[in-house]
């Protein structure tokens, strides 16, 4: 079954330092997809960041960039020149593999790290 | 289009009573999920439809529970005999459905109080 791995229920990150939040995946699909969300105190989810099973090079998306370790089956967030707006809960999710049933291909989501941004 | 919009924000109800969720997907989005979140916790995937077609329902989905999505467009969930147990926000996203998704939009979200 698949499975999404976070750690770290809580972090700490002075403004202006860089941050790594982890996540580890577990999955025996051939091709999957690995997304980061950020969820602040209103609830809306906010895309991040994407990164593909087979893409060669790691994604970045202005300050997130997303370190893709396939052996090792993980995918962390770093997060560059924190800010305080970036405090808020955050979830990593994998995207299972579609069925040729043509089932399959929802999220699965991690339990979330909260990141408190300190001035 | 401006996204996928949930109503309403918030639901306030008596157990025992029946409760239903809308959301609007992005119109040109396949693909509707339906996810339970429960606080401080992720997201829990419920259902989703392909269309109007529901291809896939979770074990957290109880009799209680239903959805649909007529035409292939907005989507309904009742929860029917509510429980304090359901107390919960309720996500929804869409998506276009293709063979590698990328695109989740989610709405903001129904957060639902059972007392």
């Known amino acids: 079954a698949q499975k999404i791995t976070q750690t770290q229920p809580g972090m700490f990150v002075q403004e202006k330092e860089a941050v790594t939040l982890d996540c580890t995946y577990d999955t025996s699909d051939p091709s999957y997809g690995l997304f980061w969300y950020k969820q602040p105190s209103s609830g809306e989810m906010i895309f991040l960041i994407y990164?593909?099973?087979?893409?060669?090079q790691n994604a970045t998306e202005g300050r997130y960039s997303l370190n893709f370790q396939k052996a090792r089956k993980s995918a962390n967030l770093v997060i560059s020149a924190s800010q305080l707006g970036d405090s808020a809960m955050y979830f990593c999710?994998?995207?299972?593999?579609?069925?040729?049933?043509?089932?399959?291909?929802?999220?699965?989501f991690g339990q979330g790290t909260e990141l408190s941004v300190k001035p | 289009d401006t996204g996928v919009s949930q109503d309403p924000r918030h639901k306030i109800t008596k157990r025992g009573q029946n409760v239903t969720f809308r959301c609007d997907p992005i119109?040109?989005?396949?693909?509707l999920y339906w996810y339970r979140q429960t606080l401080g916790q992720g997201p829990e995937f419920l259902t989703y439809?392909?269309?109007?077609?529901?291809?896939?329902k979770s074990r957290l989905l109880s009799d209680r529970f239903s959805a649909e999505r007529p035409k292939g467009s907005f989507s309904t969930l009742e929860i029917q005999r509510t429980e304090q147990g359901d107390s919960a926000m309720y996500l929804c996203?869409?998506?276009?459905?293709?063979?590698?998704?990328?695109?989740?939009?989610f709405g903001s979200g129904t957060r639902l109080t059972v007392v």
């Open positions: 996203a869409s998506s276009l459905g293709r063979e590698i998704d990328y695109g989740y939009t």
């Open positions: 990164q593909g099973s087979y893409d060669q």
């Open positions: 119109s040109e989005h396949n693909r």
């Open positions: 999710a994998m995207r299972e593999g579609r069925r040729r049933d043509n089932q399959g291909g929802k999220l699965i």
């Open positions: 439809f392909q269309n109007e077609a529901q291809l896939e």
